[in-house]
């Protein structure tokens, strides 16, 4: 605990955040730090919001937010505030025009989002029925039953297997039917580590 705990003040006495000391740390190191609970371990990322004309490249002060970042540790993304509003008031069969002329290929909400989970490394799964579509939130390498336990508790507990069809799959097969006759969709056990984008369905013992 001693060695982690100095290294974190020699790195603060610098000014500079703990984070740093989070690239290739023991696993036990790193329960010690985030023990810790120290402000500038937990991880950050810088959203540089841009004119219209440097939403596709950036400019100078994003290239150095964008290098001050990676020196902490930490992550950077370009949006522009203006386009998003815009955005924002299309109707969907229009977004992906007015962006394509924009010279862009996505919302920056979209990139925003993907970046934050990225950061903190989770994933999401979904369960697909007749009636609804949901998503589901999950830090990456989680397996099944610990996924089936997001939506309810009994489910992990009385896990059986999940069946469970790649995100790809899904929607190269026009949904779960298609899959299924296609023989894309898997059954998988209590081992199973979920894949981000996986469509599963879950049997469980009450």
Same mark, same amino acid.
């Not at 402000?39 to 290239?63: F, I, Q, W």
């Not at 059986?160 to 023989?183: L, P």
């Given at each position: 605990m001693l060695p982690v705990m100095e290294q974190a003040l020699e790195l603060l006495q610098a000014g500079k955040p703990a984070r740093i000391m989070l690239a290739g740390i023991?696993?036990?190191?790193?329960?010690?730090?985030?023990?810790?609970?120290?402000?500038?371990?937990?991880?950050?990322? *810088?959203?540089?919001?841009?004119?219209?004309?440097? &939403? #596709?490249?950036?400019?100078?002060?994003? @290239?150095? #937010?964008? &290098?001050?970042?990676?020196?902490q540790g930490a992550r950077s993304v370009v949006i522009s505030a203006a386009i998003e509003a815009e955005v924002a008031q299309l109707p969907d069969e229009e977004e992906h025009? $007015?962006?394509?002329?924009?010279?862009?290929?996505?919302?920056?909400?979209?990139?925003?989002? @993907?970046?934050? *989970?990225?950061?903190?490394?989770?994933?999401?799964?979904?369960?697909?029925?007749?009636? /609804?579509? !949901?998503?589901?939130?999950?830090?990456?390498?989680?397996?099944?039953?610990?996924?089936?336990? #997001?939506?309810?508790?009994? $489910?992990?507990?009385?896990?059986?297997?999940? /069946?469970?069809?790649?995100?790809?799959? *899904?929607?190269?097969?026009?949904?779960?039917?298609?899959?299924? /006759?296609?023989?894309?969709? !898997?059954?998988?056990?209590?081992? *199973?580590? #979920?894949?981000?984008?996986?469509?599963?369905?879950? !049997?469980?013992?009450?």
């Amino acid at each position: 605990m001693l060695p982690v705990m100095e290294q974190a003040l020699e790195l603060l006495q610098a000014g500079k955040p703990a984070r740093i000391m989070l690239a290739g740390i023991a696993a036990e190191d790193l329960r010690m730090l985030q023990g810790l609970n120290l402000l500038t371990s937990k991880p950050v990322l *810088y959203v540089c919001n841009v004119a219209e004309r440097d &939403a #596709v490249a950036g400019n100078d002060h994003t @290239r150095a #937010v964008e &290098a001050m970042a990676a020196g902490q540790g930490a992550r950077s993304v370009v949006i522009s505030a203006a386009i998003e509003a815009e955005v924002a008031q299309l109707p969907d069969e229009e977004e992906h025009e $007015f962006l394509e002329a924009m010279g862009l290929h996505e919302p920056g909400l979209d990139r925003l989002i @993907r970046s934050g *989970y990225e950061l903190l490394e989770l994933i999401t799964y979904f369960t697909a029925g007749p009636k /609804e579509t !949901r998503a589901w939130t999950i830090t990456k390498g989680t397996k099944a039953p610990q996924a089936a336990g #997001v939506i309810h508790t009994d $489910f992990e507990k009385g896990f059986i297997r999940a /069946e469970t069809i790649g995100f790809a799959d *899904y929607i190269a097969s026009n949904g779960e039917t298609g899959a299924k /006759e296609a023989g894309k969709m !898997r059954l998988e056990g209590k081992d *199973y580590v #979920v894949d981000d984008g996986d469509v599963m369905h879950f !049997r469980f013992a009450t």
